[in-house]
T-cell receptor
């Protein structure tokens, strides 16, 4: 059983559409990160959220951390082909040696 | 500008063979990780090293061993490879556990 479940697993949309990806858990996290991974590469960090209810914007991407710090969402406005990739959330739980646990991933394809 | 370097990039093994995946980082990070990535499973933590001189099991440690050789290097050993270990392996490092993780480019391993 994965600690962090992402939905949807796959998403294929056309350029200009909006979309939201969800990352859910029954556990509380001290921080949550979103990464994007392109084929043949390792994941690259997009953002870290640490406070319940926090909203961060990165150009057309909006990230929100749930009030209870158990879930997060990533919203993309007016998607572009360059947004294509695998989106991964990752959480760190409170405690010593709090290792980073990754979600199941959402594969996004944006077509012209 | 090397960051995290993994070798080899590709490897084919026969069932029962052994091999070691090498990883080195030049960012003076304290924590290092080995993940495996399988379709639909996101990234699963195999082992991690919170700091030089320590190693701990992750979610899927069976069939693997690790060595934190020094602060820079963290190797992953498969003693007797099995087809279930066919996967893409990523090494990552971070300043401390739970912080932003920087990834290598991955090793695509096939066990036949």
């Amino acid at each position: 059983t994965q600690l962090l479940e992402q939905s949807p697993q796959f998403l294929s949309i056309q350029e200009g559409e909006n979309l939201t990806v969800y990352c859910n858990s029954s556990s509380v996290f001290s921080s949550l990160q979103w990464y994007r991974q392109e084929p043949g590469e390792g994941p690259v960090l997009l953002v870290t959220v640490v406070t319940g209810g926090e909203v961060k914007k990165l150009k057309r991407l909006t990230f929100q951390f749930g009030d209870a710090r158990k879930d997060s969402s990533l919203h993309i406005t007016a998607a572009q082909p360059g947004d294509t990739g695998l989106y991964l959330c990752a959480g760190s739980r409170t405690g010593t040696a709090s290792k980073l646990t990754f979600g199941t991933g959402t594969r996004l394809q944006v077509t012209l | 500008n090397a960051g995290v370097t993994q070798t080899p990039k590709f490897q084919v093994l026969k069932t029962g063979q052994s091999m070691t995946l090498q990883c080195a980082q030049d960012m003076n990070h304290n924590s290092m990780y080995w993940y495996r990535q399988d379709p639909g499973m996101g990234l699963r933590l195999i082992y991690y090293s919170a700091s030089e001189g320590t190693t701990d099991k992750g979610e899927v440690p069976n069939g693997y061993n690790v060595s934190r050789l020094n602060k820079r290097e963290f190797s992953l050993r498969l003693e007797s490879a099995a087809p279930s270990q066919t996967s893409v392996y990523f090494c990552a490092s971070s300043e401390w556990t739970g912080h932003e993780a920087f990834f290598g480019q991955g090793t695509r391993l096939t066990v036949v």
